[in-house]
Structures are given as C-alpha cells and as structure tokens.
C-alpha cells in the first residue's frame, strides 16, 4: 500500500481531483478527523480539551503554496488573532505556532509590491508572528516543505533566531542532505522536529523506499538525543516512539529535555498514554479552511486513512 504514495501525492496535484475531492458531501466528516475546526474560537476550544488531558499543542492554520499577497498578509493576520485569542483564553503560555512559510508569501515573485521577493516577504511575516508569540509567552517552530525550498527556509531561521534563539524548524529523515542540516541544528538549545517526511520527492534528493526513510530517522534521531539541542519526535510509528524512549534513557534525557509530537486525531490513544507514562506529548493542530494539501498528505501515508475515506465515499457519498 505504501506503493499508493506516491501517486496519490501526484494525483492531489491535479485540479479536477482538487474539485472532486472537495466538493463530496462526505469529504467533510472525513477532515473533521483530522481538523477540529475552521475557526480561532474552534481550535482554541481543541486546545482547552487537549491541555486537560495533558498534552501539548502546536497550531497550524491551514494554508501552503500562496501565490499572493493578500492571502500571504491574511495568514499573518489569523496567527495574530490566534495568539490574542489564546492569551485571552489563559492558554498561551507553552502553546507552540507551526508556520509554513510558503502560506505566508515565500513562493511570491518579486514586484515593486514585493521589492526582496518572496523569501523576504515570508520573513517579514514570519517575524511578525515570532514577535507576537514570544510576548505572549508562546513559542514558535517552522514547518518544512518540498525539498526545493528548504534552503531559503534555513535562511530566514537562522535569521529570526538572531532575535528569537528559541524558534524550532522541522527536518524531514528522508531527504539526503538532513545529516549536513542537522549538523548545523544541535547546538545549545536548538529545537529541532524530526518528521519522517510528507512530500513527493524524487530519489536524487530522498530515501524513497521505506525501511531506508526509518533507518535514516533512527540515525538523525539519535543524533540529536545525543547532541545538545532540544529533540521534538514526530513521529506515530510505534517503532520511533519506542526507539526513542530507549534513546532517551541512555543519553540521560528527562522528559522536560526531549519530546513526542503527533498529529491531531492520529493515535489520540497513544497520545494519552505517553502523557499518563509521564512523557511530553505535543499535539499538532492545524485549523481553517484551506484544509485540501494537509488532509491528501494524510491520506497519501496511512492505508486506513485512505480507506477510511473511500468507503465513506461509497457510503454516503
Ligand atoms: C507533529 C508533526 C509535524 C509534522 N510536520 C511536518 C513537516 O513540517 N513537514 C513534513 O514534511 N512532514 C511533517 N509531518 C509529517 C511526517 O513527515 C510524516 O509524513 C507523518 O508523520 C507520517 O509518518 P510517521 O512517522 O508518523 O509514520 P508512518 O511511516 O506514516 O507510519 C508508521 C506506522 O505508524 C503507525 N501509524 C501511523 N499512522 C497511524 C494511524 N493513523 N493510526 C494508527 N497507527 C498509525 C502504524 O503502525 C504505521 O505502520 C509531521 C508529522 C508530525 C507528527
């Protein structure tokens, strides 16, 4: 099944499929698995029922690939108001925002409106939700994207860690080069997400058959349990999680110098049972209305996502 990856992260590319997918009925109930909701005042009633079972949140508002300038601005805007909103709700501090930089304005050609370009435009938007984040008492971490953009990605961390040491960036086990990017990554304080990796890459860049994407994040994992950053585990595979647990213990890490991070709705068992064995478990939310990319890279990696949805389809579509 993991052979469907591939060309169902191709397929999602195609605009019919886009239409289709999104305009069934059933769709819906299907992502509300995956998304508690559309709105600020949604996701934080999420975050309220997440922290009383002790876990962790990082909150993504939905959006990748914008390719203009309002919808880059109103991206920056809705991390504004999420941080307001989670202040005035008692739940800022040690809340995490996750951004793409790609949703606030990366990909945008340079213009007179535009005068550095895109990379430069999502650095200044980025720094604006930093800024916010940090004096509210939350945090910040960066996601990761295709492998075309990881450069410019590592550019604007390395500049808003000149304001904001403490902001995280995700790395992706599967692409050739994370070892090099790691190498730069564990210092004092560097807070790094190893994710396995959720985009169609080529084999010139990626470990493309699985069992090579798991000994490579077996690797880079105990590179950073060992090295002197602050490791974020995002992964659901019972294998990570139990490899990491024992890594952990014999580089002498306690619970409050490492974590676990899953995705919202995936495993919310398991989730539960790392916080009760005492573990840091943080869970990713991601909410708004542009929900398409996320919710095909979730069905693209797990057979029982997938089938989940078609036969929801077949059902009641
Ligand atoms: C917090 C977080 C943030 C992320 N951020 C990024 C990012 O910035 N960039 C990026 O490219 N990717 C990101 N990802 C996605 C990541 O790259 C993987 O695509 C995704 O996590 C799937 O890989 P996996 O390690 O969970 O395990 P997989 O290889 O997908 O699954 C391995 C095993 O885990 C178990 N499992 C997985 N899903 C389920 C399920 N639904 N129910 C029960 N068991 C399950 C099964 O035993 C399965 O065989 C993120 C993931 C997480 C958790």
Redesign the pocket.
Known sequence: MFLLRKPILALSGSSAVRGAVSSAPITRSVVDRFIPGETTAEVVAAVVALRAKGLQV?LDHLGEDTTDRATADATVAAYLELIEALTTAGQVAGAEV?VKLSAVGQALTASPDIPGGGNAYALAGARKIADAAYAAGARMNL???DHTTIDQTLEVLFELRSTHPDIGI?I?AMLLRTPKDLAELTGPGSRV?L?????NEPDSVAFTD?DQIDLA?VRAMKYLMYGKGYPMI?????R?VAIAAKLASDSGRTPDRWEH???YG??PEEQERLVKDGKTM?V?VPYGADWYGYFT?RLA??P??LLFFLRSLATKG
């Open positions: 990082t996750s996601d990761i994207e995700a992706q997400r994710v396995k990796g959720a985009y699985p994040y995002g992964s659901h595979d019972p990570m991070q899953m995705l995936i495993r943080r990713y890279r990696e797990r029982a996502n």
